[in-house]
């Protein structure tokens, strides 16, 4: 069994994630995925991908930031895997390279928000000590972009 972790960055490479960010995302169509990947890399935002046997089963999104509060940051957007794929560790590899990847770009944290009710990824980021420290909170002020 091959495994590989690699920065997504050529259009076919970005596009080969979509079904992993679509178990995630649902309400992102597939046309719109390559063009908001690409909006979003201009602040900074990237993909981060596990190929499995051919296929991406787990993918991850995430940006670097830096903020009064915490200070220079990876920020996990999305982090994500197909249900047919979960718990064969390939979430748990991603964010082993992504809290890798902050300490050599001198982050001082790594940041994500998370669900109520994800309860198998909260095991995940606790394994890997994360601490539940805020409420996430926000009000709508129009319908998402689909």
Avoid: N
Wanted: charged share 25%; net charge neutral; aromatic share 10%.
């Amino acid at each position: 069994m091959t495994t590989e972790i690699f920065l997504a960055e050529s259009d076919g490479e970005i596009e080969s994630c979509y079904p992993a960010f679509a178990a995630l995302r649902p309400h992102v169509r597939r046309e719109d995925f390559l063009p908001r990947v690409r909006r979003q890399q201009e602040q900074s935002y990237r993909i981060l991908a596990l190929r499995h046997e051919g296929s991406i089963p787990s993918a991850a999104g995430f940006r670097s930031a830096e903020f009064l509060a915490w200070g220079k940051v990876l920020y996990i957007d999305d982090l994500t895997t197909l249900p047919e794929a979960r718990g064969k560790g390939f979430a748990g590899a991603l964010l082993d390279w992504l809290i890798a990847h902050a300490r050599d770009a001198g982050c001082d944290a790594v940041h994500l928000d998370t669900g109520y009710g994800r309860h198998a990824a909260h095991r995940l980021y606790l394994s890997r000590g994360f601490e539940l420290t805020s409420h996430h909170m926000a009000v709508e002020l129009r319908k998402p972009i689909r």
